[in-house]
Nanobody
């Protein structure tokens, strides 16, 4: 059974850092993995992707501030976020294809 469990969300001040993690029940090295986010009442917004070979791509809104990475031995995906802005406030999900976890809330506020 494919499972994704996100963790690491919380309340952070503008400009601060936060690291999200996503534990997978399968070998993530074999798949492209993504982070997406959703603001209540709005659709999902793609954030970054890491491909099987390790190539990464980012949405313009987070480029230079967020870094996606993975630990293949732990089957864990990460999202290192820095210089956070209030508009980064959302529920963050890791995804494999159309499968996602329960999400973790990130709130950026002073």
């Amino acid at each position: 059974q494919v499972q994704l469990v996100e963790a690491g969300g919380g309340l952070v001040q503008p400009g601060g850092p936060l690291r999200l993690s996503c534990a997978a029940s399968f070998p993530i090295s074999s798949y492209a993995m993504n982070w997406v986010r959703q603001v209540p009442g709005k659709g999902f917004e793609w954030v970054p992707t890491i491909l099987r070979g390790g190539l990464t791509s980012y949405a313009d809104s987070v480029k230079g501030r967020f870094t996606i990475s993975r630990d293949n031995a732990k089957n864990t995906l990460y999202l290192q976020m820095s210089s956070l802005k209030p508009e980064d406030t959302a529920v963050y999900y890791c995804t494999k294809d159309l499968i996602r976890g329960q999400g973790t809330q990130v709130t950026v506020s002073s």
